[in-house]
């Protein structure tokens, strides 16, 4: 399903000038560009002629508009722009290029079709905190990548440290299927988990030392047991003809990366560390580096599988 399409207000392009990454409002900024690119190349002329800031609106839009048309080498007439987005996207913006119109059908042929991943605030690749991320459970029921999830291990081995260390939770500790069904639940709708993230600014200290020290056990002991062909798997079906926008506050660059051959050969050697390792690729410009950590809050919520393309080393 397509998103619906929202118009920003003339004075939102200014978060385009913005490179600050403030935790807190980095979401709603990072909408609102996103909103902005999926609406810039037919905005009135209201927007491009205000007083204020119609020469940025033409700017960006000129800007924008010449990266989009690096991406089709054949002839084209016309682009459309639909917002995708979330996870289970893997990219933002699905751009078609359209042919000359057929007057008899009044419709246009597709000449190309790229997704389209917006990056604020980076000009490389390689700078990107990551380029693909997994929920932890998917890792294992629908991907394959694991036997057994970091969810489970810290059920089985640390939650009781945790409940231990947190005298404030008063609320019982749930069944391993109850738990495994709601640790993913960033609303924390389940009183366990609502009696975990209101008691989480206890001992925040200890706190992230015990998922550190969690997540280091559960690579020690399973990262060699991982299935890296799944891994390459949802890197081709996620990354195959898809693009990188990003924009460095000045200036947009397109960066298209070719997975269709990539290989992993395994875990470098020595690279294995308390929250990640890096895996060898053949076949592609960089490595990879595969980092696990909580999304919301440490041992609260949301354990999560962040994919990093590296430098050759």
């Given at each position: 399903?397509?998103?619906?399409?929202?118009?920003?207000?003339?004075?939102?392009?200014?978060?385009?000038?913005?490179?600050?990454?403030?935790?807190?409002?980095?979401?709603?900024?990072?909408?609102?560009?996103?909103?902005?690119?999926?609406?810039?190349?037919?905005?009135?002329?209201?927007?491009?002629?205000?007083?204020?800031?119609?020469?940025?609106w033409t700017t960006i839009r000129e800007k924008f508009s010449t990266s989009l048309n690096t991406l089709c080498d054949e002839p084209f007439k016309k682009i459309i722009i639909k917002q995708k987005g979330g996870m289970s996207f893997n990219y933002d913006f699905l751009v078609t290029f359209l042919g000359q119109l057929d007057e008899a059908t009044n419709t246009r042929n597709i000449v190309k079709e790229v997704k389209l991943e917006f990056k604020h605030n980076n000009s490389n690749v390689l700078d990107l905190a990551q380029f693909l991320e997994l929920f932890d459970k998917d890792c294992k029921t629908k991907?394959?990548?694991?036997?057994?999830?970091?969810?489970?291990?810290?059920?089985?081995?640390?939650?009781?440290?945790?409940?231990?260390?947190?005298?404030?939770?008063?609320?019982?500790?749930?069944?391993?299927?109850?738990?495994?069904?709601?640790?993913?639940?960033?609303?924390?709708?389940?009183?366990?988990?609502?009696?975990?993230?209101?008691?989480?600014?206890?001992?925040?200290?200890?706190?992230?030392?015990?998922?550190?020290?969690?997540?280091?056990?559960?690579?020690?002991?399973?990262?060699?047991?991982?299935?890296?062909?799944?891994?390459?798997?949802?890197?081709?079906?996620?990354?195959?003809?898809?693009?990188?926008?990003?924009?460095?506050?000045?200036?947009?660059?397109?960066?298209?990366?070719?997975?269709?051959?990539?290989?992993?050969?395994?875990?470098?050697?020595?690279?294995?560390?308390?929250?990640?390792?890096?895996?060898?690729?053949?076949?592609?410009?960089?490595?990879?580096?595969?980092?696990?950590?909580?999304?919301?809050?440490?041992?609260?919520?949301?354990?999560?599988?962040?994919?990093?393309?590296?430098?050759?080393?």
């Amino acid at each position: 399903m397509n998103k619906l399409i929202i118009m920003p207000l003339v004075e939102d392009i200014r978060h385009f000038q913005n490179g600050g990454q403030n935790r807190a409002t980095n979401n709603e900024s990072n909408q609102i560009r996103e909103d902005i690119l999926a609406t810039i190349l037919y905005v009135d002329d209201e927007y491009l002629n205000h007083p204020e800031f119609g020469s940025l609106w033409t700017t960006i839009r000129e800007k924008f508009s010449t990266s989009l048309n690096t991406l089709c080498d054949e002839p084209f007439k016309k682009i459309i722009i639909k917002q995708k987005g979330g996870m289970s996207f893997n990219y933002d913006f699905l751009v078609t290029f359209l042919g000359q119109l057929d007057e008899a059908t009044n419709t246009r042929n597709i000449v190309k079709e790229v997704k389209l991943e917006f990056k604020h605030n980076n000009s490389n690749v390689l700078d990107l905190a990551q380029f693909l991320e997994l929920f932890d459970k998917d890792c294992k029921t629908k991907f394959g990548i694991c036997e057994v999830s970091y969810a489970e291990f810290f059920y089985d081995t640390y939650l009781d440290q945790y409940l231990q260390l947190e005298e404030g939770i008063i609320e019982p500790k749930p069944a391993k299927e109850v738990y495994l069904k709601n640790v993913y639940d960033i609303k924390y709708k389940h009183p366990f988990f609502k009696n975990m993230y209101e008691t989480k600014s206890n001992k925040t200290k200890e706190k992230r030392k015990l998922a550190t020290d969690s997540i280091s056990a559960y690579l020690q002991e399973f990262s060699q047991s991982f299935k890296f062909e799944k891994i390459s798997e949802k890197i081709k079906q996620s990354q195959t003809d898809k693009a990188f926008l990003l924009w460095d506050c000045e200036n947009f660059h397109i960066q298209e990366l070719e997975v269709e051959d990539i290989q992993i050969l395994g875990i470098k050697a020595n690279s294995l560390r308390d929250s990640y390792f890096d895996l060898t690729l053949a076949n592609f410009e960089y490595d990879l580096r595969v980092r696990l950590n909580w999304g919301n809050n440490a041992c609260v919520a949301n354990p999560r599988w962040k994919f990093t393309f590296i430098q050759h080393l």
